[in-house]
C-alpha cells in the first residue's frame, strides 16, 4: 500500500512545482518588458532634454557673438570718432559753428552719448549710457556702456587710449638753473596728454565727483568753448582732476622731451642733445617768432597753426583755430594758446610755462625751456613770480595737462 500511496502524491508535487516554474517566467517578460519600455522612454526623455539643452546652448552663443560684434563695433566708433556719425549734432553738447579738429570726437563720451541718442540698437543689441568710471588702484578710467539682448545683460568698458602720446625712447636733455640734466626713458612707459585739459572734461568730472571749483561756474561755460583749455583751476583742483583720470600733473622736462625738435628722429642716442627754442624747427632766426622781435609781424594763419599768439583773433577765431601743427612727437598747443602749469622736479620755482595768446608774437616768452613762477593757488600779480621786462597783464589763468608712466 505504500507504493500506491506515495505515487498521488508525487504526481500532485510535480504539477505543483510546473505551474510554479511557469508563473516567474511570465512575470519576468512583463517586468522586462516594463524595464525596456522605461529605459526607452528615459533615453527619449533624456535625448529630447539633451536636444532642447543643445539648442539652448547654441542660441545662447549667438546671443553673445551678436554682443561681442556690437561691442566690437562700438570699440571702434570709440577709438574712430568719425564726426560724419553724429549729424545732425546735438547741439547741447557740441556746437555746429565751431571746426572741431577730428581727434576731439575720440575716445569722448559726449561723441558716444550722442551717437546712441541717435542709434540706440546695434542689431539686435541695445545698447544704453551707463555711467563714466573714474581711475582706481588696479582699474582705469572708462566709459560704462551696457549692452542687452534678451536675457544677457552685459557691461562694456571702453578705455582711453586717445588722448595721449607715448614719449619716444630715447636720450634727452634738461636745462635747470646751474645745470644740464641728461636723462632718458629707455625701457620707461611715459605718456603725456596730447593736449591741456579741455573744458568738457573738467565739467565731466566735477559732476561725477560732486566737486565744484573755487573760482570757475562751470554751468556758465558756453558750448562753443568746451573743447579749448580749461583755466583758473587751482593746483590743487588741477591734482585731482589728474588723480581721477589715474594720472599726474605733467612735468616740465617730459613736455620739453614731447616738444623740442629731436634734429634727427632715428638717432635715439645722440652724443649731444641740443634743445631747439621752437617745437617746429631746428632754426632759430628764421622763424616768424625771432622775426617778430626786429620787424613789425602781420598775422596770418599759417603762422597761427604754429603758435596762437596775440593778433591771430584777427584771422581765427580761438574757438576754430583747431588745425594746429603738432610737435615731433604729436603734443599740441604748446607755444601760444594758454599759459601751462608743468610740475619741475630739478627746479620746483620753475614751474609756469608762460607763452600764451595773451603776449605778442615779439614776446621772449615764446621760447621752449622759459618757465616763471606760480604759487598755485591766485592769479593776480602777488600770486606770480616772473622776471621780466616785458609788459604782462593779469590775471594769469594757467590750463594743464596730464601724464602718467605705466
Known sequence: MAPGHLFPYSVNYSLYVRRELQVPKSGIFKLLSIITLLALSAFVVRYF????????????????????????ELLALWRSGDPTMLAPFCRELFDIEVSYSDHYFKCNPDYMKCLLAQRPSF??????????VSAAPGRDWGLALKLEHKKHIETLILGDSCSQINLPQRRYSFKA???????????????????PVNWRSIQEWSRSQNIKLKNVELDKIQIKFRHLPAVGLTQ???DLYCRYRGKRIASAHVFEAASYHPRNKNEVRPKRVVRTPYPWTIYRKSDFLYKARKSRWKP????????YVAGCEEVIAIENANDVI???????????GVPEYLENRFEPN?????SSSDLPAASTWHELGKYATWNGAGFSQADFVIETKEEISFPILPGFRCMEEK
Open 49 to 72: 532634454i539633451e536636444q532642447e539643452k543643445t539648442k539652448h546652448l547654441i542660441q545662447d552663443t549667438q546671443e553673445k557673438l551678436e554682443i561681442a560684434r556690437a561691442a566690437s
Open 123 to 132: 542689431g539686435n543689441i541695445r545698447v544704453s549710457w551707463h555711467r563714466v
Open 177 to 195: 638753473k646751474n645745470s644740464d640734466i641728461r636723462w632718458d626713458n629707455f625701457d620707461r612707459d611715459i605718456w603725456i596728454d596730447r593736449t
Open 236 to 238: 590743487k583742483e588741477m
Open 300 to 307: 596770418n594763419k599759417a603762422d597761427c597753426r604754429k603758435a
Open 326 to 336: 603738432p610737435t615731433w612727437s604729436g603734443l599740441i598747443d604748446t607755444l601760444g
Open 350 to 354: 620753475a614751474n609756469l610755462f608762460l
